[in-house]
Structure formats: structure tokens, C-alpha cells
């Protein structure tokens, strides 16, 4: 393919894409490399058909001492002959990847894009372009695949992010390599993508070629259309994805409060997304958050209130009476992957709320507000069948009510005719775990409990034709219609 033919591909893979637009300020990262060096030429060869102006940002790392100096010098000689603005940004990312305990490629990722926005401030920049080719994707798409990872991996390199455009995704390496050639255009080689130290240069190095060679010649162009096809299923997903997060997630200062009934009807692979979303929309970034992650965090529907599991970032999701709270991890909290247990000898908190009616209640180690309100009996009153809020026979109430974890002599009235059973084995036949009784919520009238919250009322305190004034009592501050 000569250099003519491969200028048009990376043209009408632009048009497709709609990566440029004529006027547009384009900041290009160049670092001397055939990837780099290849941009830069045919993005001066495009603008000849497509008006654009070009800068050249060259990030200089300090880590191949006299080479790195070169580099940047090679940079600068060749924008000041093409006639395009030059800027170089020296830094360390050896001593800013120890310092904030990340990868030095992650390290070197993050120095470039500060400073492509930098001079995307500064000039008016409206695109930043950097040199992916198509081996590059074919490289993310089996390192995630490696690693694990989900229908988001797999998808690859995008060809535009925001304001970053990928023109030479179109490309494999040998083209590019091609291209410079029958142009005779000079470039820089970096030894270090020739070793083997690197998880990604491995792949590049050994697996890819051996690929090609053994099994499938076109093995990147098959990669590359697979993620290609990905990327449609994946964006197709994420529309559900969002329309249901909006159905299912209530967001509020303190996090996110994801709600059960509505999020349990979704299909498997959409609360995967929606849980993913939200843990997004708390920390602002998904980086370290884990596909194990996302199903510890699901596997919070089945477990019993109060239980929770602990996430990268600081982070937590707790399991509340018919919700998931995200949120950030309290002061203090212990470390638990799948929920805490309560250790032998640990002494739970216990908790005795006095109860005003009218009036709310902050139960603090829940985080939640209980509400209580009378109404008088209407005739013919409907009772609503509702999770979050319940209704009792005011009058029946003979002493104070309590907000307040089990006691011993506590007891439920389980049918009509007034058959009581202990607290204690109605926990048992509930199936609920040892560790879990001292910390449920209940509502209590002296020993008599009015409500095992998340479970069942008593049936000494529900409202009948007699009723005369209703206690309504609504967690969470109200949530009328659940």
C-alpha cells in the first residue's frame, strides 16, 4: 500500500468518525517515534483537504538520560522546519510514580494528557491527537483480556474520547513503518519498547508476532473488528444501562442509594452496569475498581441488613432493609471483603432510640431517619401494602415505643388469635445468621415488638374496622409510594 493510498484510509477513517472538522486547533503528541512521527505527517497531509491548525506537546520523562534529550531535540527540529508550534514539558514520572505508588506507564500517561490540556488551555485547542495504530489495540484488548475483565475491555481503543482522536487506528505498525519509509521520513527508536520487561511489550513482542505467524496472519485485522462489534454491544448496553440507573438510583450528597425492587427486575448484565455506574458517579473514576469488586457488592442483595463490603478508593456499599447504599467508607471501619462477621467476645452496639410521635428518629448506625405520624381512620380506609412504610393501631400502643435492637423476653404476635412466638426463634425459623440477630432494628412496645424491620409487623398492632387513630411509620424520611 503506498503512501498515497494509506493517507486516504486514515482520511476516510477520520470522515467516518468525525474526528476532525476544518478549523479545527489540533494538539498532537509527538515523541519522536515511527507512531508519533507518522501522525504528525499525515495530519500536515490531511490539512491540506481539511483546514486544521497543528501543535506539537513533546513530554520529555527523564529516563533514558541523553536519549530522552535527543529525542526532544529531533522533535523541535522537526516541527521548526514543518512551520508548527513547539512546546516541551520536562518531568520525573520516576519520582512521581513512587511518589503517588503508581506504574511509571501510568505515571507517563497522566504527565502527557496534564500537559495536552495545558496547551489546550493555553493555545484554544479543540482536539488533542495521539498515535494509536491498530496493533496498539489489538495489544488492550488481549492485556485486558488477560487480566480480566469485562465487555468494557474488550471493546479496545476508542477512535475519539471527549477531545482525544486516534487517527491511526486504522493502521497497523507495518504501515506506518511503510509509509515513513517511502516518504523517507526519519524517526527515533525507544530501546525499551525491544524488552521484555513490560507486561504490554510481551504481548507486542511475543505473542502478537507468534500469532500472526503460527495461526492467523490477520489476527489484528479479526481483533480489531471484534472489538470493533464489541463496541456497538457495549454502547447499546450502556443506553439501557443509563436509562435503568435512573429508574433504580436515587443520588444524594452522601452517595448513592441504590433501590431493590426496582434494580432486582433488571436483567443480570444491566445491574452489573447500573452497580458500576453509581460506584462511577461517587468516586468520580472506575480505575481500580475490579470485576470482583462489582460482584461482592452484588452479592449484597441475598445478605442481611446491615452488612457490607469494603472497596478500593475508600469506599463502601452497605447493605440496607431494600436498598444498597455507596458511599464513602467511615472513620474507623474495619476492613472486610464479603461483609463483617461479629467476632467470638465482640460486643455489638446497642441501640434504644426513645420514640416521639409525631416526630423522626436518626438512627445513626443504619444512616437512615424513621418517621412517625398519626392520622385518624377514615371510613372504608385502604391500608397500603408498602416496604418502607407501615401502619399500626395507635391505640393498642401501651407504652412508650422504642427504637432499639433485641432483648431477652422479646416476643412477636404471629397470627390473629394471638399465638406469640420468642424473638429469638422467630429469627431461627427466619433463617437468620447468629451473627446478624443483635444487630437487626426493631420497633418495640415494651417487650412486644411492633415491627422486625425488613421482616414482618406483629399481628396484635395491625389496623382493623375498631381502629380509630393510625401510626404511620415511614423510614428513610418517606418514601410514599415504595
Excluded at 455506574?277 to 457488592?297: A, P, T
Aim: glycine share 8%.
Amino acid at each position: 500500500m503506498d503512501g498515497a493510498v494509506m493517507v486516504n484510509k486514515v482520511l476516510s477513517y477520520i470522515r467516518e468518525f468525525g474526528l476532525l472538522e476544518a478549523g479545527d486547533r489540533v494538539v498532537t503528541g509527538v515523541s519522536g517515534g515511527a507512531d508519533s512521527v507518522c501522525l504528525l505527517f499525515m495530519l500536515l497531509e490531511i490539512s491540506r483537504k481539511i483546514p486544521i491548525e497543528i501543535f506539537v506537546v513533546h513530554v520529555e520523562h527523564g529516563m533514558r538520560g541523553d536519549e530522552s534529550l535527543e529525542d526532544a531535540k529531533f522533535v523541535e527540529t522537526l516541527c521548526s522546519e514543518n512551520g508548527i508550534g513547539y512546546r516541551l514539558f520536562s518531568v520525573n514520572i520516576n519520582e512521581t510514580s513512587k511518589k503517588e505508588k503508581i506504574s511509571l506507564e501510568e505515571a507517563g500517561r497522566i504527565a502527557r494528557y496534564d500537559a495536552f490540556s495545558q496547551i489546550v488551555s493555553e493555545w484554544g485547542g479543540s482536539r488533542i491527537a495521539v498515535a494509536h495504530n491498530r496493533n496498539d489495540n489489538a495489544e488492550t484488548v488481549l492485556l485486558n483480556l488477560f487480566r480480566g475483565t469485562g465487555v468494557k475491555g474488550l471493546c479496545g481503543i476508542p477512535p475519539k474520547r471527549g477531545n482525544i482522536i486516534r487517527p491511526l487506528l486504522c493502521l497497523t505498525r507495518a504501515e506506518i513503518e511503510a509509509y515513513l519509509s517511502e516518504r523517507k521520513i526519519s524517526y527515533r527508536s525507544d530501546y525499551t519498547n525491544f524488552e521484555d520487561d513490560y507486561t504490554r511489550n510481551k504481548i507486542r513482542l511475543n505473542i502478537l508476532p507468534y500469532v500472526e505467524e503460527t495461526i492467523n496472519s490477520r489476527a489484528l485485522d479479526h481483533i480489531s473488528e471484534a472489538s470493533k462489534y464489541l463496541r456497538q454491544a457495549e454502547e447499546f448496553i450502556e443506553k439501557n444501562a443509563l436509562a435503568a440507573y435512573d429508574r433504580c438510583v436515587v443520588e444524594e450528597p452522601s452517595g448513592n442509594v441504590i433501590m431493590l425492587e426496582a434494580f432486582e427486575q433488571q436483567e443480570t448484565i444491566i445491574q452489573e452496569y447500573i452497580m458500576r455506574m453509581s460506584i462511577e458517579k461517587v468516586l468520580n473514576r472506575l480505575k481500580n475498581i475490579s470485576g470482583r469488586n462489582i460482584e461482592d457488592v452484588l452479592g449484597l442483595k441475598g445478605r442481611q441488613v446491615g452488612r457490607y463490603v469494603t472497596l478500593p478508593d475508600g469506599l463502601i456499599a452497605r447493605r440496607g432493609y431494600n436498598e444498597i447504599f455507596i458511599e464513602k467508607k467511615p472513620e474507623g471501619l474495619p476492613q472486610a471483603r464479603h461483609g463483617r462477621q461479629k467476632a467470638a467476645g465482640e460486643r455489638v452496639p446497642e441501640v434504644q432510640i426513645e420514640v416521639l410521635v409525631p416526630g423522626t428518629c436518626r438512627c445513626e448506625s443504619l444512616g437512615m431517619d424513621i418517621e412517625f405520624s398519626l392520622i385518624t381512620r377514615a371510613e372504608n380506609q385502604q391500608i397500603p401494602e408498602k416496604t418502607y412504610t407501615k401502619w399500626f393501631d395507635y391505640d393498642k400502643i401501651k407504652f412508650n415505643l422504642q427504637l432499639r435492637t433485641r432483648k431477652s423476653g422479646d416476643y412477636i404476635q404471629v397470627n390473629s388469635v394471638g399465638a406469640r412466638k420468642k424473638l429469638k426463634a422467630y429469627l431461627i425459623d427466619e433463617k437468620i445468621p447468629a451473627e446478624e440477630r443483635d444487630r437487626i432494628l426493631l420497633l418495640a412496645d415494651g417487650s412486644h415488638i411492633l415491627w422486625v424491620f425488613g421482616h414482618r409487623i406483629s399481628e396484635a398492632y395491625k389496623v382493623t374496622e375498631e381502629t380509630k387513630r393510625i401510626l404511620i411509620v415511614r423510614i428513610n424520611g418517606g418514601k410514599e409510594n415504595v
